[in-house]
T-cell receptor, first 114, second 114 residues
Framework: EADIYQTPRYLVIGTGKKITLECSQT?????MYWYQQDPGMELHLIHY???????EKGDLSSESTVSRIRTEHFPLTLESARPSHTSQYLC?????????????FGPGTRLTVT | KNQVEQSPQSLIILEGKNCTLQ??????????LRWYKQDTGRGPVSLTI?????NTKSNGRYTATLDADTKQSSLHITASQLSDSASYIC?????????????FGRGTQLTVWP
């Protein structure tokens, strides 16, 4: 089983609140990712990082921000949550390098904004 | 446009029966194709990864096939168990960037009945 952790697992919060979703991995992977997934839909990449101090936006526009101060930690922040942010957020990591590198996923955070 | 299409969208089978899930893709240039299993409320877990030169790969009761010429893949599950109930996601990676961009299908929701 992959050593990648996400907290909280479930979060219900009111509109306008600031939230941070935590993601940590103990595998020493350089690459980390955040995906957004709605029920029955495909995963959409919203942020990724190649390593410390590297962050990039993914394909799906997101009002969230990320930081990568430590290799093992890749938190995602929403400054002002809105109901449209309600979704499942999945964090993943993979080792750096060419070829078929496995992405390991965390268990996800189910966010509901009321 | 790079896409991954899966069929059927959902499938119900009886325990002990076999089933085959389909994946068609248009991703180019192709790097590798992955099948993931995602239990409800959890992150995806890798079942197989196949590169261009591989046309069959097995993982226990799961056997994936790849036809890179027709851009089709299938996942065959043998002697299904109740624990096989999950969403099965086909993911294709391209060679067009150092990120190894992943394209996700929407998944096939498999339900195994006793």
């Amino acid at each position: 089983e992959a050593d990648i952790y996400q907290t909280p697992r479930y979060l219900v919060i009111g509109t306008g609140k600031k939230i941070t979703l935590e993601c940590s991995q103990t595998m020493g992977h350089d690459k980390m990712y955040w995906y957004q997934q709605d029920p029955g839909m495909e995963l959409h990449l919203i942020h990724y990082s190649y390593g410390v101090n590297s962050t990039e936006k993914g394909d799906l526009s997101s009002e969230s921000t990320v930081s990568r101060i430590r290799t093992e930690h890749f938190p995602l922040t929403l400054e002002s949550a809105r109901p449209s942010h309600t979704s499942q957020y999945l964090c993943a990591s993979s080792p750096l390098g060419q070829g078929a590198r496995e992405q390991y996923f965390g268990p996800g955070t189910r966010l509901t904004v009321t | 446009k790079n896409q991954v299409e899966q069929s059927p969208q959902s499938l119900i089978i009886l325990e002990g029966k076999n089933c085959t899930l389909q994946c068609n893709y248009t991703v180019s240039p192709f790097s590798n194709l992955r099948w993931y299993k995602q239990d409800t409320g959890r992150g995806p877990v890798s079942l197989t990864i196949m590169t261009f030169s591989e046309n069959t790969k097995s993982n226990g009761r799961y056997t994936a096939t790849l036809d890179a010429d027709t851009k089709q893949s299938s996942l065959h599950i043998t002697a299904s168990q109740l624990s096989d109930s999950a969403s099965y996601i086909c993911v294709v990676s391209d060679r067009g960037s150092t990120l190894g961009r992943l394209y996700f299908g929407r998944g096939t929701q498999l339900t195994v009945w006793p």
